[in-house]
């Protein structure tokens, strides 16, 4: 079975630019995730999403953050306008209610923002 | 909000060593997570437990739910080079359905 999906696998973009970070959860399952990862602050949760609703964005850094789910099968994270501190390894995971929450990540999108 | 220590923070060992981190927790999780990331990679499920005392092996991994539901701890033995990477625990507890705490992580490197 394919894990999660993410796209693009590392972003290069000049601050002030639009990003969008795509993620494809595994199928059937219905918890997707977003996480940062940074030397600094280690992983944060971002925003996790259960059949497609945003339950808590309470990670979201500033309203320059967007993420939304249209369908089960697709999720996009959004960052206008991009600043450098933006910099990060970007992890969608989903996970299924039934195995207790065990969480699948993908393997991440690397974002450098100049 | 809830807290998870992780320690250590990072261990240097030999190959062949047994290699011991843990998890505390300032509450009362329902569910321990060990995950693994290798670098450039995701992190990756290692074992989940489930219940209070819980002694749950995978191959040369051992990790057990503590009896006060707040730590988990898990052992590594006779490690090898391919070993090394960030290992993150992670608790659940019955709010915030589906969303787990993560700690910090212990980054374990292995000479060989």
Known sequence: DAGVIQSPRHEVTEMGQEVTLRCKPISGHDYLFWYRQTMMRGLELLIYFNNNVPIDDSGMPEDRFSAKMPNASFSTLKIQPSEPRDSAVYFCASSLRRQSYEQYFGPGTRLTVT | ?112
């Open chain 2, 1 to 112: 909000g809830q807290q998870l220590n992780q320690s250590p923070q990072s261990m240097f060992i030999q190959e062949g060593e047994d290699v011991s981190m843990n998890c505390t927790s300032s509450s009362i999780f329902n569910t321990w997570l060990w995950y693994k990331q290798d670098p450039g990679e995701g992190p990756v499920l290692l074992i989940a437990l489930y219940k209070a005392g819980e002694l749950t092996s995978n191959g040369r991994l051992t990790a057990q739910f503590g009896i006060t539901r707040k730590d988990s701890f898990l052992n590594i033995s006779a490690s090898i080079p391919s070993d090394v990477g960030i290992y993150f625990c992670a608790g659940k507890d019955n709010t915030n359905a589906g969303k787990s705490t993560f700690g910090d992580g212990t980054t374990l490197t292995v000479k060989p």
